[in-house]
């Protein structure tokens, strides 16, 4: 199922330790409302985000809101440590933590389980047998109901789908009219530009092929091509915001429909996360599915074409 789906990273205030406010309450009140209004019903968290604060607002707001967790889906995240053990940044999929982590962010979000856990980036020393135990028992607990992975290649989800006895069902990547190594690694096989891009070929095509949703964070580019202040634009991104703003009159719509219509159009089925905290340009995406049925192939390649300054092979 193709969807557009809300990243609560934006949600909870600072990322200090300070606890947060009513008001960050408020503000994830009016963003879950946008969202739904634009037809959005899957929240993306992770338990990092604003150091648990953006589940914990989000908790708030269910708690506050009767019948809302019945109409919506969640999914979480977890594998990423922060500021712990003298580390600013490491990652930990052993059994233990995932249990803990997982523990911690339901209890934040105020349910009793998440419809999707991602893992959240590859730990070189998981265990593929020992994630698929914590895995398993979270799913025999009611916990989780479906498993998905975040900033993995198709080799990386392979070696854990086998010792798992869930299917992985998401992969969250970068993925944008900006970030398009995803993209190029599909047409640059045998070109020497394609070394410019590190991205693992194959990747887009084994989710396909598996029933993969390619979950794309970064989508909306940060503003970039929908009128975010830069101190200087690159001839290719001003071009690509003019361009942007032309097709969403052409086809009566926002720019960032237009933007995640052209994701959207990809056969691979992706699924944009928008992380915009604004309601006006969250229900702004709400365009997006119509876009990309609508968009034509010529006005998708000249997106592609404008944003990376050159013509394709």
Known sequence: MQEVIYGCMGLGGSWSDEPH???HVDQAAAAVQAALDAGITL???ADIYRSGKSEAVF???LAGTPGLRERIRLQTKCGIRLN???LQTHYDLSRDAILERVNGSLQRLRTDYVDVLLLHRPDPLADPAEVASAVGQLIAEGKVRQL????MSAAQIEVLQDKLETPVVANQLEMSLL???WLESQVLVNHPEHLDYSFPHGTVEYCTRNNITLQAYGSLAKGVFTGAEQESPTSAEAATAELVAQLAGEYGTSGEAVLLGWLMKHPAGIAPVIGTVNPDRIRACGDAARVAGALTRPDWY????TARGSNIP
């Open 21 to 23: 406010g009513t008001h």
């Open 43 to 45: 929240f993306d968290h």
């Open 59 to 61: 908790g708030e707001v």
């Open 84 to 86: 712990e053990r003298g």
């Open 148 to 151: 998905g992975v975040s900033n």
């Open 179 to 181: 970030k398009r190594a």
């Open 302 to 305: 000249k997106l592609w074409v």
